[in-house]
């Protein structure tokens, strides 16, 4: 009788391979925020790392073909006021990326092809809702232009990108937004909060359709949509272990799988490939990468291997697929941070003897098209991201694909998508639409409906004024909390002395009166002595008066 003893699998030989320190990126100042967030973003066109900077917040934006030592003075994207926390590229528009601050605003921006050559400041559009921080923003995986942002005011909110208008709010966590993502085709939308549940919501009216506890413990959490439609999550139990668990949507609260892992402190960021069905556990501050494949037997979330480095990793970002070099059999990319300033270049791959293409490695991968607009999805739309496949559109230039956005630039049209990426307008209409997007973002109004720009009032005085309006706003507010507390200590005061005030205000009436009869008896006593002398006068002159007579 035969029976198979290993699982089959053509992902069991998944090798990762660090690249050279020349073909690494060096000498970045990677950010010392302690939000938890992969601080990396990669897509087949550039390489973006949030980094320290002063007086305000910024990241880097970098070529592929721009390794090396980083100069100290390379231009950054810095337009926040405060620290950036994350930062997304457009599946869409490999030039378009959103970035989330604690200075509560949302900035979309467009790079450039070829990188910066000079500090970018100017914005495409500023979304502007949120009372705190940002610390998440995600786009949507088949319509243009839909962003979802989440804050520390427990608020989640989809944008339509291309107005600037608010589709969706959500504001039913209570607590703190830890992680969010969009199942395959963008219909369903699953959070992991700070109250330790699991949510599964519909993304079109905010209404939640199942909840649950998803770990014990109280670190964070972080849930995906995996591509057919199980959710994989990794969190903490109550002994601080770390742990990952397997759900379906429709028994959140019966996990398929839950296994502990170790003992680790750091977060675990779940990195899924849903070409291959294989995810990567990424803890931050582990010098470790652990893969699995996830398969319809048991125990349906399959352990590969572990890649090891010497350093701990600080952050991670994750390549696209149409980003990898197919000759080489690269089914995955990783620019993995280190604490001292190094972003190193790791390639997972499969070993082929055959130089040729291998279709069973690459099935169709997600194509940068959108599927629909934002509002044919808003209006109940739903509809699959486009694939293709990449033996059609692989040109071996540096490694990888290249993109066809290339010589495609950001198009600025009032009430249009401001992100397709058709020839750009007059920078006058550009900077009219981009106005009126700004001012019906402050106002909650729909763009249909927004004041005309005023002329001889550019983006940047409204943006001024708002920033002027909010900074009025905060020191309002703390000088209210400063009243308040003055208030209350001095009825206090008052309660703990009234009786000893009562007090010495009846001595002091008792002193005065006291002295008040004493002067009265003097005066009297010296009028008294004065009158008898003036008596006494008068009879001796009386006498002398009748002695001559």
């Not at 502007?128 to 921080?133: D, E, I, P, S």
């Not at 549940?197 to 909840?211: F, H, L, Q, T, V």
């Not at 990195?271 to 699995?292: A, E, H, M, Q």
Request: glycine fraction near 6%; charged fraction near 20%.
């Amino acid at each position: 009788m035969s029976f198979r003893v290993v699982r089959s699998s053509k992902f069991r030989h998944v090798y990762g391979q660090a690249l050279k320190r020349e073909q690494c990126y060096d000498n970045i100042r990677v950010s010392k925020s302690s939000w938890d967030s992969t601080f990396c973003a990669v897509n087949p066109k550039f390489l973006a790392i949030i980094v320290e900077s002063a007086g305000g917040g910024a990241f880097i934006v970098l070529p592929h073909n721009k390794v090396g030592r980083i100069a100290a003075d390379h231009p950054l994207v810095g337009g926040h006021k405060g620290p950036v926390l994350d930062i997304a590229w457009c599946p869409h528009n490999d030039n378009v990326i959103a970035s989330g601050s604690e200075d509560c605003v949302v900035k979309v921006w467009q790079i450039p092809d070829g990188g910066l050559s000079r500090t970018l400041t100017e914005p495409v559009v500023d979304l502007v809702f949120h009372q705190r921080r940002v610390g998440l923003v995600l786009w949507h995986p088949s319509a243009l232009n839909v962003l979802l942002t989440a804050g520390s005011d427990n608020q989640v909110v989809i944008w339509n990108v291309g107005t600037g208008e608010i589709l969706v709010h959500i504001d039913s966590h209570p607590d703190i937004v830890y992680s969010a993502c969009f199942n395959w085709d963008g219909s369903k939308l699953v959070t992991t909060c700070k109250d330790k549940k699991i949510r599964i919501y519909d993304p079109r009216n905010g209404e939640i359709e199942s909840e649950a506890l998803c770990h014990e413990g109280s670190k964070a959490t972080r849930a995906i949509f995996l591509r057919h439609g199980l959710i994989f999550t990794t969190g903490f139990n109550r002994s601080s272990e770390r742990q990952y668990s397997l759900r379906a949507p429709d028994a959140l609260s019966e996990p398929i799988v839950m296994v502990e892992l170790d003992t680790s402190n750091g977060v675990m960021f779940p990195l899924y490939d849903p070409d291959t069905n294989l995810i990567y556990l990424c803890g931050k501050g582990d010098s470790v990468i652990r893969y699995f494949e996830v398969t319809p037997e048991a125990p349906f979330v399959h352990y590969i291997n572990t890649f090891q480095t010497p350093d701990p990793q600080r952050g991670i970002g994750m390549m696209p697929k149409r980003g990898c070099d197919v000759t080489t059999c690269e089914i995955a990319k990783f620019y993995r941070l280190n604490n001292n300033g190094l972003c190193q270049v790791i390639s997972m791959t499969v070993p082929r003897k055959s130089d040729l293409f291998q279709e069973d490695l690459y099935p169709d991968t997600l194509a940068e098209d959108a599927a629909v607009t934002a509002e044919e999805w808003i209006t109940g739309t739903d509809a699959d991201p486009i694939t293709f496949s990449l033996k059609d559109r692989v040109s071996i230039v540096q490694g990888g694909y290249v993109s066809q956005s290339a010589n495609k630039s950001l198009s600025v049209t009032r009430k249009a998508n401001i992100l397709n990426r058709a020839s750009a307008g007059t920078s006058k209409s550009a900077s009219n639409a981009t106005l009126v997007s700004s001012t019906s973002t402050i106002s909650n109004n729909n763009a249909s409906n927004a004041p005309a720009p005023v002329s001889g009032i550019t983006e940047k005085d409204v943006r001024d004024i708002t920033d002027e309006i909010r900074k009025l706003k905060a020191i309002i507010v703390k000088h209210e909390n400063r009243i308040r507390a003055l208030e209350a200590a001095f009825r206090s005061q008052d309660d703990d002395t009234d009786g000893g005030l009562v007090a010495r205000n009846a001595a002091n009436v008792t002193n005065n009166t006291s002295n008040d009869t004493k002067a009265s008896d003097s005066h009297n006593k010296e009028t008294n002595e004065q009158s008898g002398n003036n008596d006494n006068h008068g009879t001796m002159a009386s006498s002398r008066a009748s002695e001559e007579v």
